[in-house]
């Protein structure tokens, strides 16, 4: 028998991809945000979801550190499990640097982050020339970094599902 995530992982794992799939939407659909942008309730969205995401994957990462990874499928290929490793890993530190980075933006731009009615403290000074490449490193590590190891992920566990049949997939769903 194979052993899986533990339910708190499978939970954290799915919970972050919801909350990716309306970040990315809320990303996508708010104004492209310039110099003078004024805030927008799409853009205080988008804040709002990407702190979550903060919070979610520091939680997340602590669980991973006291609960290894189930051991790997017999027969699957160690180039596989390495590789499956480097994804996960650089998928972590995305999850946390991404809002990070967009934290300093907001506050580069002096604009506010409500957190259910509270403001959240600046990160750096506004207009701090020492922060202004936070907004195109955040924009492009989100919508082509992010984005690509998302698909390899994704394409990983359809040929373990459809190709090898292995039961990797099965490791991260609800149930056993
Ligand atoms: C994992 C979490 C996050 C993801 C995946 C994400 C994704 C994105 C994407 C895709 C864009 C570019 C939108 C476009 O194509 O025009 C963007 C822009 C931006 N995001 Fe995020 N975001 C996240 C978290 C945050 C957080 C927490 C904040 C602030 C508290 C934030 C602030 C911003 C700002 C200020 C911009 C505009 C940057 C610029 O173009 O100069 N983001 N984000
Ligand atoms: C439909 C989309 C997705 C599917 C089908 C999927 C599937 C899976 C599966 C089957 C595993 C277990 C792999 C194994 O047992 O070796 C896994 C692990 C993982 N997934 Fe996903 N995933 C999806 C989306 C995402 C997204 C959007 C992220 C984050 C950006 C993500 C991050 C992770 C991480 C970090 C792990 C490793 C967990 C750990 O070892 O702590 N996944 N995923």
Redesign the pocket.
């Known amino acids: 028998m194979t052993r899986g995530y533990t339910g708190t992982?499978k939970f954290l794992?799915w919970l972050?991809?919801a909350l990716?799939i309306g970040q990315f939407y809320a990303a996508w659909s708010m104004p492209h945000i310039g110099r003078n942008t004024a805030m927008s309730s799409l853009i205080s969205l988008h804040f709002t979801i990407g702190v979550v995401i903060l919070a979610v994957a520091v939680v997340r990462l602590a669980w991973?550190l006291t609960h290894p990874?189930?051991a790997p499928i017999d027969g699957v290929p160690p180039w596989q499990t390495a590789s499956?490793r480097i994804v996960?890993w650089l998928?972590?530190v995305l999850?946390l640097a991404l809002p990070i980075l967009g934290w300093i933006n907001a506050s580069w731009r002096n604009m506010p982050i409500v957190m259910f009615g509270h403001q959240l403290p600046l990160l750096v000074a506004p207009r701090d020339p020492a922060w202004g490449w936070t907004g195109d490193v955040h924009a492009l590590l989100s919508n082509y970094l992010l984005l690509a190891l998302?698909g390899l992920?994704?394409a990983a566990?359809l040929y373990h599902q459809f190709v090898r049949r292995d039961g990797?997939?099965g490791?991260?769903l609800p149930g056993r």
């Open positions: 992982a794992h972050i991809v990716l991973r990874e189930p499956a996960h998928l972590y999850l998302v992920h994704v566990a990797t997939l490791r991260m």
